[in-house]
Each structure stands twice: as structure tokens, then as C-alpha cells.
């Protein structure tokens, strides 16, 4: 029941943009932080952007600095990436998860399936 589902993800010319959702369902997204992740073919699990449940710390890959946004909508259960100036470097699965930080470290409550995101002309 505990789900993320991510949606957003297509093909977009180098330069263009997308904007990616992460929508929850079965939990209350907003109790914890959020993060992105790609994965390109051959290539490790990368992180991209976190948030914090109540959106008001956010960090970033230094690749994506600049161009990649992360933000979050509490009352629709939903994180976003607007991800800007895209490059064809920037083509992978991209996946969100929710985490809770405690005295245990990191728990991951759930990951999304993914959604590819393709940046070619």
C-alpha cells in the first residue's frame, strides 16, 4: 500500500525542459524527505536532489546545480523536479524514494518505479 509513483519522464530536445512528479499514496509524504535518483545505462544509481518533509532544505547534485529544481506540494502528497537546460547526458531512469533520518540513520520507506527520461534531438 505504501507506494511512490513517478510520472513526468519522455523525450525532450538538448536544452529542453521537464518537469518530473513523484506522487505517494498509502503514507503521508509529507513526514519525510525526498529524494531524486537516475540511473543511466551501465552507469551506478546517481543522487540528484533532496528535500526535506517540509521543504525547506534542499540540496543538490553539483551537476545538476542551477538547472534542476526540487520542490514539494504537501497537500497533494507530491515532490516534483523541474529539471531545465537538459543535455543528452542527462538520459536515465530517474526514481524517487522517501527516507526517514533518526537515531538508526537512514530508512528508506519506499521507492518509485521510475521514469525515463531521454534528452536527444
Known amino acids: 500500500q505504501v507506494q511512490l509513483v513517478e510520472s513526468g519522464g519522455g523525450l525532450v530536445q538538448p536544452g529542453g525542459s521537464l518537469r518530473l512528479s513523484c506522487a505517494a499514496s498509502g503514507f503521508t509524504f509529507s513526514m519525510y524527505t525526498s529524494n531524486w535518483y537516475r540511473q543511466a545505462p551501465g552507469k551506478d544509481r546517481e543522487f540528484v536532489a533532496t528535500i526535506t518533509d517540509n521543504g525547506e532544505g534542499t540540496n543538490y547534485a553539483d551537476s545538476v546545480k542551477g538547472r534542476f529544481t526540487i520542490s514539494r506540494d504537501n497537500a497533494k502528497n507530491t515532490v516534483f523536479l523541474q529539471m531545465n537546460s537538459l543535455r543528452p547526458e542527462n538520459t536515465a531512469v530517474y526514481s524517487c524514494?522517501?527516507?526517514?533520518?533518526?537515531?538508526?540513520?537512514?530508512?528508506?520507506?519506499?521507492w518509485g518505479q521510475g521514469t525515463q527520461v531521454t534528452v536527444s534531438s
Open positions: 524514494n522517501a527516507e526517514i533520518r533518526g537515531e538508526d540513520g537512514i530508512q528508506i520507506i519506499a
